[in-house]
């Protein structure tokens, strides 16, 4: 019980605010299909990767290790971040959160410089394994192809997810593809990105992914 009060406390300090509840109901609402649960602020995306990551036998055992040293390495090494002391990670992401509203509105924006700008001036990005964009002309270039296929391109930040030394971004991006050549088909797809942060808190290396199969399928129509 010691414990669980001490987990429970450090999310406490700084915790996840009522109005990101409300944020996360509202984004359920408006999904076509929404899931069942919906985990709420970066401490509770953290609680439940722990959880499906062990089996019950092994969370037991974690939480039932009569060595508190062992216990406390072997609670940081199921959740990939310590979570035992504050503030709560909510509060320890609040200048990352700053960068992705920033970042989440420089693509809304159609001036992909504005996004390269959130990139360290030698800051890497690399989509689905493709060829990696370095430096923040070649990532203006990119954000710029996406910007030209979808004029009314809108992408919102659906969570952050703290990553040990690294932070996911996660994102849903919506938009008609009018842009020369296009289909004239309206796109929905979510995905993420790994963000490494530099000495600038600006973006040093991002890595994102989203599933190609059905963005080509909804571009089909």
Request: proline letters at 6%; aromatic letters at 8%; glycine letters at 10%.
């Amino acid at each position: 019980m010691a414990r669980l009060m001490r987990i429970f406390g450090s999310q406490f300090e700084g915790g996840t605010p009522p109005a990101v509840v409300a944020t996360a109901i509202w984004h359920a609402a408006q999904h076509p299909d929404p899931p069942l649960h919906i985990p709420v602020g970066p401490d509770a995306d953290v609680w439940v990767e722990a959880r499906e990551r062990l089996s019950a036998d092994d969370w037991v055992s974690t939480m039932a290790e009569p060595d508190d040293e062992r216990f406390i390495g072997r609670l940081a090494d199921a959740c990939g971040i310590d979570t035992l002391d504050g503030p709560s990670l909510y509060a320890r992401l609040a200048p990352v959160r700053t960068l992705a509203r920033d970042y989440t509105a420089a693509w809304c924006s159609q001036d992909a410089s504005r996004v390269a700008s959130l990139f360290e001036e030698d800051g890497t990005l690399t989509i689905n394994d493709g060829v990696t964009a370095r430096g923040r002309a070649a990532i203006a270039q990119d954000a710029q192809g996406f910007m030209t296929a979808f004029p009314d391109l809108v992408v919102t930040l659906d969570r952050l997810e703290p990553r040990g030394d690294a932070v996911r971004y996660h994102w849903t991006l919506t938009g008609t593809n009018t842009g020369p050549g296009g289909t004239g088909k309206p796109v929905r797809v979510s995905g993420h990105e790994a963000w490494t942060l530099g000495a600038g808190g600006l973006i040093a290396r991002s890595t994102g992914a989203f599933d190609a199969a059905d963005y080509a399928r909804q571009l089909a129509g």
